[in-house]
């Protein structure tokens, strides 16, 4: 069983940067492809960035692409969140997939954190 844990939410001025924190525990994170989704009030579970088990490969949606890094480390994974904008207020949650490589669909993750609130204010 893996546990994952999102830290480093909260509220910040468009333009603004947030580094989210997931911290892993259960089972060595280099076991798992990782994640970073965000959902918006009324909205569906959006891919937002990912990282394959290795840390060779990172895929990101198109509308983070340029702005938001996903990193790995020991039992870590990073979102580091630079220029924010309105349009990125959402509960961002951190996921664990067994696969080997990069996933973007929510189904093939196996274990999420509760999620950690992001307000981006105008």
């Known amino acids: 069983q893996v546990q994952l844990v999102e830290s480093g939410g909260g509220l910040v001025q468009a333009g603004g940067s947030l580094r989210l924190s997931c911290t892993v525990s259960?089972?060595?994170?280099?076991?798992?492809?990782m994640g970073w989704f965000r959902q918006a009030p009324g909205k569906e579970r959006d891919f937002v960035a990912g990282?394959?088990?290795?840390?060779?490969n990172t895929r990101y949606a198109d509308s983070v692409k340029g702005r938001f890094t996903i990193s790995r480390d020991k039992n870590m994974v990073y979102l580091q969140m630079n220029r924010l904008e309105p349009e990125d207020t959402a509960v961002y949650y951190c996921?664990?997939?067994?696969?080997?490589?990069?996933?973007?669909?929510?189904?093939?993750?196996?274990?999420w954190g509760q999620g950690t609130q992001v307000f981006v204010s105008s």
């Open positions: 996921a664990a997939s067994m696969r080997l490589l990069v996933q973007i669909v929510p189904a093939e993750f196996n274990f």
């Open positions: 259960g089972r060595t994170v280099s076991n798992y492809a």
């Open positions: 990282i394959s088990r290795s840390a060779s």
